[in-house]
């Protein structure tokens, strides 16, 4: 089977992560996939260091008539068995596309993002009518996708983001090698989270409860990763601002780390406080690696969360709450590590990536018979 996938993202996130780790599950799998991108973006980089077959282009999303034909050639060259787009943006370039090749190939969307637009005028029918099955990440995104969308209910189906287990695995991570490059004591609690710097991560809740806590505790130490979204410096200034004027000494900004799995492995707590979310990729990774968390009860966690067995939720944009969920784990070891053993089976049992793979390429074996 020979796969078109589209990712006309400009960005580097979840969104991006996840297509990378499809197409290289797929890949594995024997089945040929190719990639279309936006030129000179991180993703181009990203796949390109893997070894994917891209065809970048300039634009992204709405009408870009030379773009438009560039795709409707690639798809007539190249005898694509299907398409899977990352982005409901990308289909203002792929259904004219596929339109003008005069092509009847399945056409998949996975919905990563909700949109608060309706979107059910006569050009919006005329692209989701194209669409031959839409995946909704998580139940919010898949109720999104029916209050804002012509789409009807028996194309939409509700598919989790997964992880790499075998990759997330606690047993060959270098929890001992990263807690000495950032000079943790043996007796160090480590309480971090992971996310890009942008409004309604939750970075500020982090600060507080950091600050809560390092008020009660000597033995903690914090540990922020992730690199400031594009546009969004000024932002992350503001955050490690936030830091001084808390008087948080014990506390790290790693920057953006590509061992991701060895990072989490330093941690002892967990920390997702975030707003808002379509699904909680970091989150899972993190209870991949036997975590313990605590979580802002929000959307993109009540899919995966189970409080007080995998997982304990604090109120969203809460602090106090925070500090209080974070401190039943500090004082209690053996919660911390039953809850990290909870919290990887919920993962394979429910988000393994080769599972969400098998689902999809379900969809996709069904589509091909049914053309």
Same mark, same amino acid.
């Given at each position: 089977?020979?796969?078109?996938?589209?990712?006309?993202?400009?960005?580097?996130?979840?969104?991006?992560?996840?297509?990378?780790?499809?197409?290289?599950?797929?890949?594995?799998?024997?089945?040929? *996939?190719?990639?279309?991108?936006?030129?000179?973006?991180?993703?181009?980089?990203?796949?390109?260091?893997?070894?994917?077959?891209?065809?970048? *282009?300039?634009?992204?999303?709405?009408?870009?008539?030379?773009?438009?034909?560039?795709?409707?050639?690639?798809?007539?060259?190249?005898?694509?068995?299907?398409?899977?787009?990352?982005?409901?943006?990308?289909?203002?370039?792929?259904?004219?596309?596929?339109?003008?090749?005069?092509?009847?190939?399945?056409?998949?969307?996975?919905?990563?993002?909700?949109?608060?637009? *309706?979107?059910?005028?006569?050009?919006?029918?005329?692209?989701?009518?194209?669409?031959?099955?839409?995946?909704?990440?998580?139940?919010?995104?898949?109720?999104?996708?029916?209050?804002?969308?012509?789409?009807?209910?028996?194309?939409?189906?509700?598919?989790?983001?997964?992880?790499?287990?075998?990759?997330? @695995?606690?047993?060959?991570?270098?929890?001992?090698?990263?807690?000495?490059?950032?000079?943790? @004591?043996?007796?160090?609690?480590?309480?971090?989270?992971?996310?890009?710097?942008?409004?309604?991560?939750?970075?500020?809740?982090?600060?507080?409860? &950091?600050?809560?806590?390092?008020?009660?505790?000597?033995?903690?130490?914090?540990?922020?990763?992730?690199?400031?979204?594009?546009?969004?410096?000024?932002?992350?200034?503001?955050?490690?601002?936030?830091?001084?004027?808390?008087?948080?000494?014990?506390?790290?900004?790693?920057? +953006?780390?590509?061992?991701?799995?060895?990072?989490?492995?330093? +941690?002892?707590?967990?920390? +997702?406080?975030?707003?808002?979310?379509?699904?909680?990729?970091?989150?899972?990774? &993190?209870?991949?690696?036997?975590?313990?968390?605590?979580?802002?009860?929000?959307?993109?966690?009540?899919?995966?969360?189970?409080?007080?067995?995998?997982?304990?939720? =604090?109120?969203?944009?809460?602090?106090?709450?925070?500090?209080?969920?974070?401190?039943?784990?500090?004082?209690?070891?053996?919660?911390?590590?039953?809850?990290?053993? &909870?919290?990887?089976?919920?993962?394979?049992?429910? =988000?393994?990536?080769?599972?969400?793979?098998?689902?999809?390429?379900? =969809?996709? @074996?069904?589509?091909?018979?049914?053309?």
């Amino acid at each position: 089977m020979k796969i078109f996938y589209s990712c006309l993202s400009k960005s580097w996130g979840g969104m991006e992560m996840i297509t990378l780790t499809f197409i290289r599950k797929l890949l594995e799998r024997n089945f040929r *996939v190719e990639l279309l991108c936006i030129e000179e973006s991180r993703m181009q980089i990203e796949a390109n260091n893997l070894g994917i077959i891209i065809h970048p *282009v300039r634009a992204s999303g709405y009408l870009h008539p030379f773009t438009t034909l560039k795709i409707s050639s690639l798809i007539k060259k190249n005898n694509y068995d299907l398409i899977h787009t990352q982005a409901s943006k990308d289909l203002w370039l792929l259904v004219p596309a596929l339109k003008i090749a005069q092509s009847i190939i399945p056409l998949f969307l996975t919905k990563h993002m909700g949109s608060f637009i *309706v979107k059910k005028d006569f050009m919006h029918r005329f692209l989701y009518e194209r669409v031959t099955k839409a995946f909704a990440i998580s139940t919010v995104i898949k109720n999104n996708l029916m209050d804002t969308t012509p789409l009807v209910p028996d194309k939409i189906e509700l598919l989790y983001n997964g992880v790499d287990v075998e990759k997330f @695995n606690p047993e060959i991570a270098k929890r001992e090698s990263i807690r000495k490059e950032f000079k943790i @004591n043996e007796n160090e609690i480590v309480i971090g989270m992971i996310a890009r710097f942008s409004p309604g991560k939750g970075h500020e809740e982090f600060l507080e409860s &950091a600050k809560i806590l390092s008020s009660k505790f000597s033995n903690l130490k914090f540990i922020v990763v992730g690199e400031a979204s594009r546009g969004e410096d000024e932002y992350a200034n503001s955050i490690k601002s936030l830091a001084e004027k808390f008087e948080i000494r014990n506390i790290i900004f790693a920057g +953006f780390r590509i061992d991701t799995p060895d990072v989490l492995s330093a +941690f002892d707590i967990f920390i +997702f406080p975030s707003h808002a979310e379509a699904f909680g990729l970091a989150l899972i990774e &993190a209870m991949a690696m036997e975590k313990p968390s605590v979580c802002a009860n929000a959307d993109g966690v009540l899919d995966i969360a189970v409080d007080g067995k995998t997982n304990l939720l =604090f109120q969203n944009k809460n602090a106090v709450d925070l500090s209080t969920k974070t401190e039943q784990l500090i004082v209690d070891k053996n919660k911390r590590l039953l809850m990290g053993k &909870a919290a990887r089976e919920r993962v394979l049992k429910n =988000f393994d990536i080769e599972i969400i793979t098998d689902k999809t390429i379900q =969809f996709y @074996n069904q589509s091909i018979n049914e053309k």
